[in-house]
């Protein structure tokens, strides 16, 4: 069924370029979820608060369910899916898995991208910069201390880990 | 939570941006962050028959001097504010633009935006107070500028008339024997200020107060200036006693909001707790003391 009052769109999502017809009424987080099959990015309050649809748009974390994918039209895009290199998880992943950074992870996506923005612009942060930089990402389970020493991990370990090193 | 259906256009001019609100007679809304804008749309307490997104007009994205005033182009975030080396030399704009939201919505949000929509829980409207704010607007007649006094008009709008567009604000910068400062207690998941209080004290050379300006968000329907705070400092030697008995004028008048965070006697209580945390942070800023534990 042809969309009423569509507009097409093309923007860069993790490194590929995307054209897509959207509705102006379609938000960016289901235009990733729904349209680009990226449910990585979580739909979690829909209200701005909890942090769950958290995505780079030109580098800088956003609320992907606070912009509509119209807005995004000649943007770049990086997700939760476009952070490894291969099999090579970005730092920060790492971090979550060697310090328990995550419990039920519905969080998780929106927490990994909240901290790799800020790592990008201040690879040394204090803790309480990094509590400053999730406060806009909601956790139910951890109480944020294993979110912290996760993010605390990845900026001391900007190359990640050899694998051995994380296995033990 | 989707919203109604509406068109989008995205104009490459101010002009053109009028003419479409023109051409959909007062049903169309102008988007620029989103920040205020997206959320409405989305309960559909707003049902616009079009959005004109302004993002993609150019020069519109400044902030800059001009005759000791601070000019903010509509489409500048917060975050860009934080950064910017004159925004850190004003206490309150400073002190809002850090705090306000959280991370990404500082990344997105813009000052202008929150302007415009005239949250009365927002903390912009504290500070445009604060700076006594001049807000510029362009409309099928041309520019005109409007103070802060007569911009918030009501709940959730502003003097911005359906046609026109906020193309900038301009905000007192002043910092000669001048500190500001903003105090504001939050609702911790939402961010939005229970209160929030804007204050700047201008001492004359004898260290009586030259200029006291607050505003308050977050206690009334709409934000307001304190205007019995202001008097009672005028002219005054701002010492403890003299913030504190000014501080309990904060709510004077003022048809204090209750709800499930606050009720009337406890969100009053905080108005008049962070007037005067607000206005001593002030003080220290103008006398360049370290501003006092609270």
């Known amino acids: 069924m042809p969309m009423p009052n569509a507009h097409q769109i093309t923007l860069t999502v993790n490194g590929e370029s995307v054209t897509r017809e959207v509705e102006p009424r379609q938000l960016l987080v289901y235009f990733l979820r729904d349209q680009l099959g990226l449910t990585g990015t979580h739909v979690g309050c829909d209200t701005t608060q909890c942090g769950a649809c958290t995505i780079h748009l030109n580098g800088k974390a956003v609320k992907s369910c606070t912009i509509l994918a119209v807005q995004a039209d000649g943007q770049q895009i990086t997700t939760i899916e476009g952070i490894a290199k291969g099999d090579q998880l970005d730092p920060v992943q790492e971090g979550f898995r060697v310090k328990h950074g995550l419990q039920c992870g519905y969080c998780t996506p929106g927490m990994i991208m909240s901290a790799t923005a800020l790592l990008a612009e201040n690879p040394h942060p204090s803790e309480a910069d990094i509590r400053h930089a999730i406060d806009g990402n909601l956790c139910r389970c951890t109480g944020y201390h294993g979110i912290v020493e996760a993010i605390k991990w990845a900026a001391e370990h900007p190359e990640g880990a050899p694998r051995a090193e994380v296995a033990s | ?294």
């Not at chain 2, 939570?1 to 049903?27: R, W």
Request: some cysteine; overall charge negative.
């Open chain 2, 1 to 294: 939570m989707i919203p109604a259906e509406f068109e989008y256009h995205a104009p490459t001019s101010v002009q053109e941006a009028i003419g479409l609100l023109q051409q959909y007679d007062g049903d169309a809304k102008i988007l620029a962050g989103g920040h205020s804008l997206l959320p409405l749309l989305k309960l559909r307490f707003l049902q616009p028959a079009a959005l004109i997104d302004i993002a993609r007009i150019p020069n519109l994205d400044y902030i800059r001097m001009e005759d000791g005033k601070l000019a903010v182009g509509a489409l500048v975030t917060y975050n860009e504010l934080e950064r910017n080396e004159a925004v850190q030399r004003i206490g309150v704009l400073y002190d809002v633009v850090k705090q306000v939201g959280d991370v990404q919505i500082r990344n997105r949000g813009t000052l202008c935006g929150s302007l415009a929509h005239a949250d009365p829980a927002g903390d912009p409207p504290a500070l445009a107070y604060a700076l006594d704010a001049e807000f510029q607007m362009q409309g099928p007649n041309g520019a005109r500028t409007v103070g802060v006094d007569d911009w918030f008009v009501d709940t959730l709008q502003s003097a911005l008339e359906p046609d026109e567009v906020l193309t900038e604000v301009r905000l007192n910068a002043t910092t000669e024997r001048t500190g500001s400062a903003y105090r504001t207690f939050e609702q911790p998941a939402s961010h939005y200020a229970l209160v929030g209080v804007a204050a700047l004290l201008t001492l004359a050379a004898d260290g009586t107060v030259a200029r006291c300006r607050v505003g308050v968000t977050g206690v009334g329907p709409v934000a307001y200036r304190a205007a019995d705070m202001e008097a009672a400092l005028q002219g005054k030697r701002p010492d403890e006693a003299a913030i504190r008995d000014a501080a309990e004028q904060v709510v004077n008048g003022v048809d204090v909001l209750a709800d499930l965070h606050a009720s009337v006697p406890y969100r009053s209580h905080l108005a008049k707790v962070y007037a005067r945390r607000a206005l001593a942070a002030a003080l220290a800023r103008a006398t360049g003391q370290p501003e006092p534990a609270e």
